[in-house]
Each structure stands twice: as structure tokens, then as C-alpha cells.
């Protein structure tokens, strides 16, 4: 069975500052990874993938994230944070013998001024 | 992407009643997904729509409570049948072009449900 965990409900961060939502998966096989963020009141949107290939994916808005295979960790980063990134993030994995993705809980970004 | 919208965006419903939510693709479409989202927690997956045959229902979704149909590569519905006030939630249209597991999954907006 494939799962993934999101540790923190809630991350802080100062404008300007670089930040890191964290994401740890288990599947049998291959994973593939995504990112999405729900603002308020609105659907999921597609952040970045990672299926293969180089470890750091660059995705929409700034954000990019690294897959670590050792730590089995894709964890999603932002160099610069902006008050606007403040919403709801989530990690999901696909195994590479399904189709469906299975969600983290999710992770509260609150960007502050 | 294909872009995606669904109707209802919202209803507030009675117990004990059904409500039918709508799905539309603009593009065809291989894979087409129903998930809900219950208050402050992840998506969970209910269903897979397959067309023209029945859908495939993951652990805890049962046809007689999520009825769903595809009739076609860009239309699916679900159906929320007897509702209780457990069933209030956000439910999220998703599809998956051709290509398959390598690519990303796309949202619609969602229908938030609410049943007193």
C-alpha cells in the first residue's frame, strides 16, 4: 500500500524568508510524486511532479522540490516566500503500477508580512 | 491541461435525499476520478469512472451510496444517495490525460456539500 506523510499542520514563515513543507512517502516500486495547493474556496492546483530523472524539480510560482530516495522524502521548497503563498499544500504519490494518488493531510502554509 | 468544471459549486441538502454533481472535461479525457473531501482533511479517493462500464470503487465506497456514470470521455456524475450529515463535504472532479501515471492529475472546482 502507498501512503505519504505531511509531519507539520501548520508551517510559519516571514516573507522573504526561504520555506520547506515536508512530505515523506512509502510505495512499492517507483514513486510518483506531486504537489498541489488549495487556496481558499477553490479547487487543487498542480504545483510539480517528479517520475524520473534529476532529483530537484522546479515547478509554478517559484516553488521547487527534492526527491531524496535514501529519506524517501520530496519535500517542497521556496527560496523567497511571498504573503500570497499562504494556503493549503499537499504531497500525493502514485505508485508506478496504479493510476490513483493517494493525499497527504496536508500542511497549513501561513506566510506572514 | 484539460480544464474542468463541475455543477453544483455548492448545495445545502435534507437528510435523506440525494444529490447528483456534475462533471464536464474539455477535452477527451482517459481517466476520470471522483474523490471527497470532508471538512479540514486530505482527499480521499472514492471512485475511478470508467466509461461505459461500472465504475471502481475504492475500500469504504459502495455503488448503492456513490452511484456513478461516464457516458462518454468528457462527462461523468456522482450521485451522494441518502444523504446523512456524514456526507458533508467537498467532492472533486479529477481527470488524467492520455499518457497515463507519468502525468499530473487536474481538479475541478469542487461541490461542497452540506446536509442538515
Known amino acids: 500500500a502507498q501512503s505519504v506523510a505531511q509531519p507539520e499542520d501548520q508551517v510559519n514563515v516571514a516573507e522573504g524568508n526561504p520555506l520547506t513543507v515536508k512530505c515523506t512517502y512509502s510505495v512499492s516500486g517507483n514513486p510518483y510524486l506531486f504537489w498541489y495547493v488549495q487556496y481558499p474556496n477553490r479547487g487543487l492546483q498542480f504545483l510539480l511532479k517528479?517520475?524520473?530523472?534529476?532529483?530537484l524539480v522546479k515547478g509554478s510560482y517559484g516553488f521547487e522540490a527534492e526527491f531524496n530516495k535514501s529519506q524517501t522524502s520530496f519535500h517542497l521548497k521556496k527560496p523567497s516566500a511571498l504573503v500570497s503563498d499562504s494556503a493549503l499544500y499537499f504531497c500525493?504519490?502514485?505508485?508506478?503500477?496504479?493510476?490513483?494518488?493517494?493525499f497527504g493531510k496536508g500542511t497549513s502554509l501561513l506566510v506572514t508580512p | 491541461s484539460a480544464v474542468i468544471s463541475q455543477k453544483p459549486s455548492r448545495d445545502i441538502c435534507q437528510r435523506g435525499t440525494s444529490l447528483t454533481i456534475q462533471c464536464q472535461v474539455d477535452s477527451q479525457v482517459t481517466m476520470m476520478f471522483w474523490y471527497r473531501q470532508q471538512p479540514g482533511q486530505s482527499l480521499t479517493l472514492i471512485a475511478t469512472?470508467?466509461?461505459?462500464?461500472?465504475?471502481?470503487?475504492e475500500s469504504g465506497f459502495v455503488i448503492d451510496k456513490f452511484p456513478i456514470s461516464r457516458p462518454n470521455l468528457t462527462f461523468s456524475t456522482l450521485t451522494v444517495s441518502n444523504m446523512s450529515p456524514e456526507d458533508s463535504s467537498i467532492y472533486l472532479c479529477?481527470?488524467?490525460?492520455?499518457?497515463?501515471?507519468?502525468?499530473?492529475?487536474?481538479f475541478g472546482p469542487g461541490t461542497r456539500l452540506t446536509v442538515l
Open positions: 500525493a504519490v502514485r505508485a508506478s503500477s496504479g493510476y490513483a494518488l493517494n
Open positions: 479529477s481527470d488524467l490525460l492520455a499518457g497515463g501515471r507519468y502525468n499530473e492529475q487536474f
Open positions: 469512472a470508467n466509461q461505459g462500464s461500472e465504475a471502481t470503487y
Open positions: 517528479y517520475i524520473t530523472g534529476d532529483n
